[in-house]
Every structure is written in structure tokens, then in C-alpha cells.
């Protein structure tokens, strides 16, 4: 089993730029593709970015590209998202996800563990 916990969120203001990160347990994690999604009140869960579990292979929305950079430190068992030039449309609350190996980046029915989420509000 395992754990995921995001922390990292708040309030911040368009232009401003965030660092989310998510602290995995288990002996694991270095062979898990990681990924990064995001949800607002009455929508679906959508992409954000994934990563391989290398670290060599990763992949953005359309939405984040250029914006949002995900990395993975696997010795410390912990994935970043890194978010620069933020926009009010990236308000959501950002979850992090974890599969078991790798069958795709942007299914959420393909991650096998999830973090409770972190709240992100970019006010105008």
C-alpha cells in the first residue's frame, strides 16, 4: 500500500508562482509513474502532468505546458510540481496520483493511489 500526501498549496495571485509537492511511503515508489491532476467543484478530475518512474519521460496538459514542471526525487520518495505564470483558470484542488508501473499518463482510472488533495487559488 501506498500513501501519498500533497502539501504546498494556498492563496496566491496571478503571475505568482507555486511549488506543490507529494511525500509517497513505501519501499516502492521509485517504480511508480507519477502524475499530477487537478479538480474543481462539479467537473471532472483533469491531467495536469505525469512522470516516469526514471524520471526520464514526462508529460504535460496543454493547459500547464511551458507553465508546470513535474520532477520526482526518489530517494526522498517525494514528486514536485513546480507552477510559474499562474492564471485564475488553474484554481483547483491538485491531487497527486501514483500507478504501478506504466499504462498511460492521463486516465485517472489508470493510478492506483491518490493524495487527499491540496487547495490552489490564484486570484485575479
Known amino acids: 500500500q501506498v500513501q501519498l500526501v500533497e502539501s504546498g498549496g494556498g492563496l496566491v495571485q496571478a503571475g505568482d508562482s507555486l511549488n506543490l509537492s507529494c511525500a509517497a511511503s513505501?519501499?516502492?515508489?521509485?517504480?511508480?509513474?507519477m502524475g499530477w491532476f487537478r479538480q474543481v467543484l462539479q467537473k471532472e478530475r483533469e491531467f495536469v502532468a505525469g512522470?516516469?518512474?526514471?524520471?526520464?519521460?514526462?508529460y504535460y496538459a496543454d493547459s500547464v505546458k511551458g507553465r508546470f514542471t513535474i520532477s520526482r526525487d526518489n530517494a526522498k520518495n517525494t514528486v514536485y510540481l513546480q507552477m510559474n505564470s499562474l492564471k485564475p483558470e488553474d484554481t483547483a484542488v491538485y491531487y497527486c496520483?501514483?500507478?504501478?508501473?506504466?499504462?498511460?499518463?492521463?486516465?485517472?482510472?489508470?493510478?492506483?493511489?491518490w493524495g487527499q488533495g491540496t487547495q490552489v487559488t490564484v486570484s485575479s
Open positions: 513505501g519501499r516502492t515508489f521509485n517504480s511508480y509513474t
Open positions: 512522470i516516469s518512474y526514471s524520471a526520464g519521460r514526462t
Open positions: 496520483a501514483g500507478q504501478r508501473g506504466f499504462s498511460g499518463y492521463t486516465a485517472t482510472r489508470k493510478y492506483d493511489y
